[in-house]
């Protein structure tokens, strides 16, 4: 059974940086497809940002240029860098892996920016 587990989110001003960290086990992390995607509240779940089993990267256009994914296949750790925060970006952060047509979800993360 996969299981994910994200961490690192919390209460931020605008402008400030956080770190996400989702962390997989249960299987073999690197021929996963991963991803980032946020919900918040009254709205429906979005992607922010994928990671593919190859490295190669996709970003929502709302955090290109700040946002930043990542994944350690050594550490089964897939990581999002967050910079230059806004309100807008307020959201529970859930990590995703996809073996299609699986998914697998973790628990969420809330992220709050707020002055």
């Known amino acids: 059974q996969v299981q994910l587990v994200e961490s690192g989110g919390g209460l931020v001003q605008p402008g400030g940086s956080l770190r996400l960290s989702c962390v997989a086990s249960?299987?073999?992390?690197?021929?996963?497809?991963m991803g980032w995607y946020r919900q918040a509240p009254g709205k429906q779940r979005e992607l922010v940002a994928t990671v593919t089993s190859r490295g190669r990267t996709n970003y929502a256009d709302s955090v290109k240029g700040r946002f930043t994914i990542s994944r350690d296949n050594a550490k089964d750790t897939m990581f999002l860098q967050m910079n230059s925060l806004k309100p807008e970006d307020t959201a529970v952060y859930y990590c995703n892996a996809r073996l299609s047509p699986v998914d697998y979800w973790g628990q969420g993360t809330q992220v709050t920016v707020s002055s």
């Open positions: 249960g299987t073999i992390f690197s021929i996963y497809d």
